[in-house]
């Protein structure tokens, strides 16, 4: 399972390169999507109808401006892209250099948003989103995907609509079909994958030790991620170290369908026989 999830991250990020870059965070449009807000470092590509002379590919500098021919100096931090249309738009007409200006702007590449990735990730980082919708698991591929001591679930940290906000993206959910579960990035976000949730055996087992825990795993299936018994152990008699919500330690005798949780430790006795 986790060479398949890892194997399918490292495609998305193959997938996500090869279309074309538009735009990060910004408000909802009627749609319910969220419009481009530019910012420095994006490069644009402009073009006034009827006017070719007048098209432009330039790079939104620092201070948050591009120079355009005829009309100089343009602000167009914090725009989206409608908004900036229409004030090159308006800027061309009142300085009487087209009539009914129609202009269209292009994002070529989108630098100006950024998030962070943390944790067991192959390169944990600040990355650009560089496309509208851009969404968690297409994140999680740009930074070379989740290692093999990682967890299934990538948590989220940032803002909506001004508000703080913290919610957890199940990968193999995703990878399964559920693309709902998949949610858009935003400006400033920060990502997180923890470590792996573990267990742990010790006694008459073959390989005792800590193992990763999988999703559903039963006691039956952990004694087969050790090894299995030695000659001398015995499924009689097992005993399950399990601490619960308050932190206390209980000692359990349980059933080879049972579940088993993150940090659960597992002892095998020696037969008698």
Do not use: W
């Not at 602000?75 to 308006?90: D, H, K, M």
């Amino acid at each position: 399972m986790r060479y398949f999830i890892q194997c399918c991250l490292l495609a998305f990020a193959c997938v996500s390169s090869a279309f074309a870059q538009t735009a990060p965070v910004g408000k909802a449009d009627a749609a319910g999507k969220p419009e481009y807000v530019l910012g420095p470092g994006d490069v644009i590509r402009i073009t006034v109808y009827q006017n070719p002379d007048l098209t432009l590919e330039t790079r939104i500098s620092e201070q948050g401006q591009i120079t355009f021919p005829l009309i100089g100096a343009v602000a167009l931090n914090g725009s989206s892209v409608a908004a900036a249309e229409q004030r090159i738009g308006t800027m061309l007409k009142d300085g009487g250099f087209v009539n009914k200006p129609q202009v269209n702007i292009l994002l070529v590449t989108a630098r100006s948003s950024q998030i962070s990735i943390l944790g067991q990730v192959t390169r944990p980082g600040r990355y650009p989103i560089e496309t509208v919708n851009s969404r968690v698991s297409e994140m999680i591929a740009a930074a070379g995907g989740i290692v093999p001591t990682g967890a299934d679930i990538v948590s989220v940290t940032g803002t909506r609509d001004g508000k703080p906000v913290k919610f957890d993206v199940d990968i193999p959910a995703v990878l399964s079909g559920k693309s709902d579960y998949d949610v858009p990035v935003a400006n400033g976000d920060i990502l997180f994958v923890d470590r792996a949730p573990t267990f742990y055996i010790y006694g008459e087992v073959q390989k005792p030790g800590a193992f990763r825990l999988e999703r559903g795993m039963t006691l039956l299936q952990a004694l087969a991620q050790g090894g299995g018994l030695t000659q001398r152990g015995t499924e009689r008699g097992l005993k399950l170290h399990r601490r619960d919500a308050s932190g206390k330690l209980n000692v359990l005798s349980p059933k080879m369908n049972d579940p088993v949780e993150r940090d659960d430790v597992i002892y095998v006795r020696e037969s008698v026989f």
